[in-house]
């Protein structure tokens, strides 16, 4: 089993990153897929969750508006569109993978530091 997230970096206040998670090993298409952050010194907090049946996202309140999550289940992909950047988005970003009875699964993260 593999998820591995890419599309990190440093980026100016307003700008956009598009942060992707490749998934691997496992029924991709059967699993919620979430974006999970955490800044230094802080508890990892979750960003959006898109479900495996379809339906709306979930976001977080301090992304709304800002961020989208999608994902492509023949790509085996998750996305997470950022928009508007704020220094306060600086964190190393998680993909996670739920599935009801299964131990989730995570990624190793990718950094996103937004900074003038």
């Known amino acids: 089993v593999q998820l591995v997230e890419s599309g990190g970096g440093l980026v100016q206040p307003g700008e956009s990153l598009r942060l992707s998670c490749a998934a691997s090993?496992?029924?991709?298409?059967?699993?919620?897929m979430s974006w999970y952050r955490q800044a230094p010194g802080k508890e990892r907090e979750l960003v959006a969750t898109k479900g495996s049946a379809g339906g709306d996202p979930y976001y977080a309140d301090f992304v709304k508006g800002r961020f989208t999550i999608s994902r492509d289940n023949a790509k085996k992909t998750v996305y997470l569109q950022m928009n508007s950047l704020k220094p306060e988005d600086t964190a190393v970003y998680y993909c996670?993978?739920?599935?009801?009875?299964?131990?989730?699964?995570w990624g190793q993260g990718t950094q996103v530091t937004v900074s003038s």
């Open positions: 996670k993978a739920v599935s009801w009875g299964q131990s989730p699964y």
């Open positions: 090993g496992f029924a991709f298409s059967s699993y919620g």
